[in-house]
């Protein structure tokens, strides 16, 4: 079955800086890879995703890059402000009937993320 | 519209009791599935299903039962829980009329003593 790594499993860094967090997978037939945000005691949230078709991706102060060669994808995030506080989770799933997600996520361990005022 | 909804949010339980946990979604989503989440191991999926009448195993599924008798709703019962059950666990659902993505229920703290 697919295996996602992600790292690092900590990062703090100061307001206004980027955070980067990566991620590999083993299964060559993901093409579907969202990343949620998840605060404390809350559900886990998509904040973005990006299918194998597309290499990058931009939602205002947040990115995602893709390389399917190379099996990994980044989360880069500009400009940080302290509500950027969170634990970060990326996922990966196969292509499904309709040429979407089969939703089976396999996600990686979380990246705990500290913006510092 | 209340998208996915959990109960109960907490619970505890003894060693060897059964439970449900309940999930339903109002979002004729075809996709249902549970995780259960662990400090430092992510979320991992227990069981799915892709339409009424159909479930599937996920990642862990030892000790847990689920079934789809509706659209709307998909519970998850522990049949003999053990305290390595204790977790957070998440309902999530999904549609392809939705670009595929999942939505979270707002999760289910379970404590086995």
């Known amino acids: 079955g697919e295996n996602v790594e992600q790292h690092p499993s900590t990062l703090s860094v100061q307001e206004g800086d980027s955070a980067v967090i990566k991620c590999t997978y083993s299964?060559?037939?993901?093409?579907?890879f969202p990343w949620y945000k998840q605060e404390l005691g809350k559900r886990p949230q998509l904040i973005i995703d990006?299918?194998?078709?597309?290499g990058e991706k931009k939602d205002q102060r947040i990115a995602v890059t893709l390389n399917k060669t190379a099996k990994h994808f980044s989360l880069h995030i500009t400009e940080t402000q302290p509500e950027d506080s969170a634990v970060y989770f990326c996922?990966?799933?196969?292509?499904?009937?309709?040429?979407?997600?089969?939703?089976?996520?396999?996600f990686g361990k979380g990246t705990l993320l500290t913006v510092n005022p | 519209n209340a998208g996915v909804t959990q109960t109960p949010k907490f619970q505890v339980l003894k060693t060897g009791q059964s439970m449900t946990l309940q999930c339903a979604q109002d979002?004729?989503?075809?996709?249902m599935s549970w995780y259960r989440q662990d400090p430092g191991m992510g979320l991992r999926l227990i069981h799915y299903?892709?339409?009424?009448?159909?479930?599937d195993q996920g990642e862990v599924p030892n000790g847990y039962n689920v079934s789809r008798s509706t659209t709307e709703d998909f519970p998850l019962r522990l049949l003999s829980a053990a305290p390595s059950q204790t977790s957070v666990y998440f309902c999530?659902?999904?549609?392809?009329?939705?670009?595929?993505?999942?939505?979270f229920g707002e999760g289910s703290w379970l404590t086995v003593v």
């Open positions: 999530a659902s999904g549609s392809d009329r939705t670009g595929n993505t999942i939505y």
């Open positions: 299964d060559s037939a993901s093409n579907y």
């Open positions: 990006i299918r194998s078709n597309v």
């Open positions: 996922a990966a799933s196969e292509e499904g009937n309709s040429g979407g997600s089969n939703y089976k996520l396999t």
């Open positions: 979002m004729n989503h075809e996709y």
């Open positions: 299903s892709v339409g009424a009448g159909i479930t």
